[in-house]
């Protein structure tokens, strides 16, 4: 309000204000001015006269050097958080990854990757959910059991997307410890559109799409490669290829799993050097 009043006061158009139920988020912007900590256990904010209670603070504590930037005051189904942005100097060592890796994303096993290993996340809808949208819909709009069961219900698609977030965080964890990445531009948007929707959105698969992409030691291969199809050792095209097959066998006799030769591919396709045949 002090914004907008300031604003109004240099003549600026701030149009009329309107009606907010609720807000998620107040930024926090600058540390030691809107808020700063007294000790692990409070916490002071722009605005209040009393100091307030935290949990989970003394996680900064041991770590030194740790420069604290802006926060936000988050308001979420389960109660308030504290979301605090912070940097650190991590000096000169450098830090030893594993050999380059290729990744295959797929509907029945969420990744495979070129070295063998197979990841599959599955988080479905529990029945607690399906409950709470039964009893809103015998809830009188507007009334505050509705609301109520509203803030239930929300409450439920938190923890789902909790542990959604915390699969594809431990699988990306596990995928950057290599030197590089290399994965395909999979049209995911298309697929949970397809006869897989359910199972793409049960799935993490967006979530560690997104956070690889984000990385510099990721490289993403146009969706056009033919990293499925393409044999490695003949360098010829298989053309004759369905979903229902499960094991890619050539005529030259190579014969491998479906999704770890789709993986092994992205890093041989990736090559600027690698020259292979596409229609002989």
């Not at 504590?61 to 189904?77: G, H, R, V």
């Not at 803030?151 to 789902?160: F, G, H, I, S, V």
């Not at 095209?237 to 030259?252: G, P, Q, S």
Request: hydrophobic share 30%; with cysteine; charged share 30%.
């Amino acid at each position: 309000m002090k914004s907008l009043a300031s604003l109004k006061e240099h003549n600026r158009s701030i149009g009329r204000l309107r009606y907010k139920s609720e807000y998620e988020s107040v930024n926090l912007q600058q540390y030691s001015i809107t808020y700063r900590f007294y000790d692990e256990r409070h916490i002071g904010i722009q605005g209040f006269k009393i100091r307030i209670r935290i949990n989970g603070a003394n996680q900064f504590w041991n770590i030194p050097n740790l420069e604290f930037a802006n926060a936000k005051l988050l308001n979420l189904p389960d109660g308030y958080y504290l979301a605090i942005t912070t940097y650190q100097n991590k000096g000169g060592e450098k830090r030893k990854y594993k050999p380059e890796i290729g990744i295959d994303m797929g509907i029945k096993t969420t990744i495979t990757t070129s070295e063998g290993k197979k990841y599959k996340v599955l988080v479905e809808e529990s029945e607690r959910i399906k409950k709470c949208q039964r009893l809103i819909a015998r809830r009188k709009k507007g009334s505050n059991n509705r609301y109520k069961a509203v803030k239930l219900l929300r409450r439920e698609y938190q923890k789902l997307d909790s542990k959604k977030r915390d699969a594809a965080n431990k699988i990306v964890h596990e995928l950057l410890e290599h030197e590089r990445v290399y994965m395909q531009d999979e049209n995911l948007k298309g697929w949970h559109k397809g006869l897989f929707g359910r199972t793409v959105q049960h799935s993490a698969l967006g979530l560690i799409k997104r956070k690889l992409i984000m990385n510099e030691r990721v490289t993403v291969l146009p969706v056009n490669k033919p990293t499925t199809k393409y044999c490695p050792v003949c360098r010829k095209l298989k053309k004759d290829i369905t979903l229902a097959d499960r094991v890619y066998e050539c005529t030259c006799g190579y014969r491998e799993d479906r999704d770890i030769h789709a993986a092994r591919n992205m890093i041989l396709l990736s090559k600027k050097n690698y020259l292979w045949d596409a229609g002989k």
